[in-house]
């Protein structure tokens, strides 16, 4: 199980640092477009759809290092009132409910993906190809379905049955 766990962590993290890179190009691209715009009167004709894309990107390969790591926005404010033996029963809950949504969501962009690549679809202006960067939805929330599966099976097996929400350090 600490093979699959491991394995887990280093493909979300490398996806995290995929997202850091296409963040890096994206701002980089804004850059140069801005300098090409207002110094040579000549902007970059593909950097609003480009960037809009890089943003897609930087969203969905960063989502699963995010929920693996548990540092994403949680609201607990009942949640903490509860004891702590319902606590972890919302816990589970909450995994479910998001691993319900992710499995539809999934299935919903996977075939989005699988259309747009039918019918060849390009971006508006620049006629980027649409299909590679609609690949990153599914592939993102197929992890975070993962993550979750593997994080409610530590929760339900674990002895000391901890909280699902944890307290937010300072």
């Known amino acids: 199980m600490k093979i699959i766990d491991k394995a887990i962590d280093r ?8 997202g850091v890179i296409v963040g890096i190009l994206m701002t980089l691209t804004v850059f140069v477009s801005t300098l090409m715009r207002y110094l040579f009167n000549t902007p970059l004709h593909f950097s ?8 897609l990107s930087i969203t969905f390969l960063t989502i699963p290092h995010v929920l693996n790591i ?5 609201i607990d404010l009942v949640v903490k009132q509860l004891p702590v033996r319902f606590q972890g029963f919302t816990g589970q809950l909450a995994g479910l409910v998001l691993l319900v949504f992710a499995v539809i969501f999934v299935y919903q962009s996977w075939d989005f993906m699988v259309f747009s690549r039918a019918i060849d679809a390009r971006s508006d202006i620049s006629g980027l190809l649409l299909w590679p960067w609609m690949l990153v939805m ?4 197929t992890m975070c379905c993962i993550i979750t599966l ?4 530590v929760r339900f097996f674990a002895r000391d049955r901890k909280p699902f929400y944890k307290e937010a350090s300072s």
């Open 70 to 74: 548990d540092r994403h926005i949680g």
């Open 150 to 153: 593997k994080k409610t099976l």
């Open 48 to 55: 609003n759809e480009l960037a809009g894309l890089l943003f």
């Open 138 to 141: 599914p592939l993102s929330f």
């Open 11 to 18: 493909v979300v993290y490398g996806m995290f640092l995929c």
